[in-house]
């Protein structure tokens, strides 16, 4: 069994900000793989499925990003899973906007998200880092993560969480590479 998290904040203020294309990501796996029907549990909402052969149980914590590791963690222990179990899926200021680069463990990088998890499970976890770009300046971070996703960003949006959706056996399979390289090749059409 895996525990896939989405980072994001709840609530429909904040559904199109960069800060929440972790949620987005979940959120087109479950509609794609046609995952159950939305759970209030581990003070976040839960869905089972299965992608391929794998059990997956997606995670999207409604604590706000700051102590998503409160609804991780808690998950986690119900589960009885191991780090190993865990991919999270997070806004990544340091790569270009839609790319999709998969990374075991490290640091948190400033992200609130991965720095909550961190504390409550350690580092040793499983990241899918969505690239939404850098605004240029670090004065400039906070407006643009929380900033919506602009009018003629949503084509290539689209396309990202489709390519993740459709290509999300080869993560669940644990073939890192293939599926980072059959998510830009899907982008390419």
Known sequence: MQLWVGL?????????????????ALDAIAEIHRFGPVQKKFQGWLQEGRIGRDKVLL??????MNESGRSVAEA???????PAALTVFHDELDLAPFRVKVKQGGGHAGHNGLRSIAQHLGPDFRRVRLGIGHPGHKDRVTGYVLGNYAKAEIDPLADMLGAI?????RLADGDDTRFMNDVALRQQD
């Open 76 to 82: 986690m222990r119900f589960y009885k899973l191991e």
């Open 59 to 64: 995670l999207k914590p409604a604590t706000f």
């Open 165 to 169: 959706a459709a290509e999300a056996d």
């Open 8 to 24: 994001g904040n709840p609530g429909p203020q904040y559904a199109m900000q960069r800060h929440n294309v972790g949620f987005m």
